[in-house]
């Protein structure tokens, strides 16, 4: 193995990609040869079953029906394709958290721009949890979408997507959940959320390959969204014409990584075989432990918000840009993400924050690895 390819001593960025199990892998590994034997086509045919499982195994992880499920390259495609599709004029509402995902922030803002449609931020509590009275009273006939994401990129924030959805359902507004912290290590009901549409990659909790990734879109809402564009796959020819997929399907495409999608197709099977509700404890605890011991480092302060805390831990050491601190940490083999301005624009600049070191642990997380981080932010914070 080359050097550049050691693990690190500590790896704490599960939030951003999680480490992929052995299984995962070899499924992957196993496809890839048999594409190489067979043709790509012949090959996918032979795998038929088990690519079809993978929309089986997400309805059930999210709680809702195969046909309802589409497959992805990421938690962006999926939003993407989904909110492209929703029509937009002048004077029209969309709301959304101070914390929603930047990535988010900017297609609804491209497309307030083009469309004369406004984009307005639901007011938060003081611990950054958005209002829920105020939502309500936010509420009218203008209102076009709610974009919400339920776990914010930026720290240990969990908004409360339920009662988001019960408010959108009363009101009759479309309700988009970013779900990309969320799936795998939070029990994922749509039925019960109320939302319309919710995504997420298939590379964070999940622990799939990158590249992939799950929509859910509820099967009432489908007629209300029409796609970009369709090719022979989203819109079949038949009878002299072309007629777009009553499923979920009719938001992917007709090219994909079979590879990829059973390896996700294992990686979810692994998450329902443990249990998602034993996976959120033993994060949590995981996470609970490495903000309890950053707490005791002097120069090192927590910048999570909420009150129930995700497993996404924000920290900063004082003076020092999270890039520098981050730098010192891989010298010392630990692994954590830097979030910049751009995950949460609005949310940072409200806290007059321009970046974050944010550490996230999964299930397989040892104690030596959360020593790890806190023995080399240590050292950093003490430094003259």
């Excluded at 004369?116 to 203008?142: F, K, S």
């Excluded at 891989?330 to 970046?355: C, Q």
Aim: proline share 5%; hydrophobic share 45%; with cysteine.
């Amino acid at each position: 193995m080359p050097l550049s390819m050691h693990p690190p001593k500590a790896y704490l960025n599960h939030a951003g990609a999680s480490l992929m199990p052995p299984a995962v892998r070899q499924a992957m590994v196993d496809h890839l040869a048999r594409d190489s034997l067979l043709g790509g086509y012949t090959a996918a045919a032979a795998m038929a079953p088990e690519l079809d499982a993978v929309y089986t195994d997400s309805a059930q992880l999210m709680g809702c029906d195969a046909d309802e499920v589409a497959l992805t390259t990421g938690h962006a495609s999926g939003w993407r394709e989904v909110v492209g599709s929703m029509h937009f004029e002048a004077g029209d509402r969309i709301l959304v958290a101070r914390s929603e995902w930047g990535g988010n922030y900017a297609a609804l803002t491209h497309i307030a721009q083009r469309t004369g449609a406004r984009v307005e931020v639901i007011p938060c509590t003081a611990d950054g949890t958005l209002c829920l009275t105020q939502l309500a009273q936010m509420m009218d006939a203008r209102v076009r979408l709610i974009s919400l994401t339920w776990l914010p990129a930026n720290g240990g924030l969990i908004q409360p997507a339920q009662q988001v959805g019960a408010l959108a359902r009363a009101a009759g507004v479309p309700y988009v959940l970013d779900a990309a912290q969320a799936l795998g290590q939070l029990p994922v009901d749509v039925r019960a959320l109320g939302c319309d549409v919710l995504t997420a990659p298939g590379r964070k909790w999940l622990r799939g390959p990158r590249g992939t990734g799950l929509l859910y879109v509820r099967r009432d809402f489908m007629s209300q969204l029409k796609p970009r564009t369709v090719d022979q796959y989203t819109a079949p020819y038949r009878d002299g014409a072309y007629h777009l997929r009553a499923d979920a399907k009719r938001f992917e495409t007709s090219e994909a990584c079979m590879a990829a999608r059973l390896g996700l197709g294992v990686a979810i099977r692994q998450t329902l075989a443990m249990g998602v509700e034993t996976i959120q404890a033993k994060v949590r605890e995981r996470a609970e432990c490495m903000r309890h011991a950053l707490s005791a480092i002097e120069g090192v302060q927590l910048q999570d918000l909420g009150t129930e805390r995700s497993p996404l831990v924000a920290f900063t050491v004082k003076g020092m840009p999270a890039s520098v601190v981050r730098a010192h940490l891989m010298t010392h083999g630990v692994d954590v993400a830097v979030n910049g301005l751009s995950f949460t624009p609005l949310d940072m600049a409200a806290r007059g924050l321009h970046d974050v070191v944010r550490a996230s642990a999964h299930t397989d997380t040892r104690d030596e690895e959360i020593e790890a981080l806190v023995t080399a932010l240590t050292h950093l914070a003490t430094k003259p």
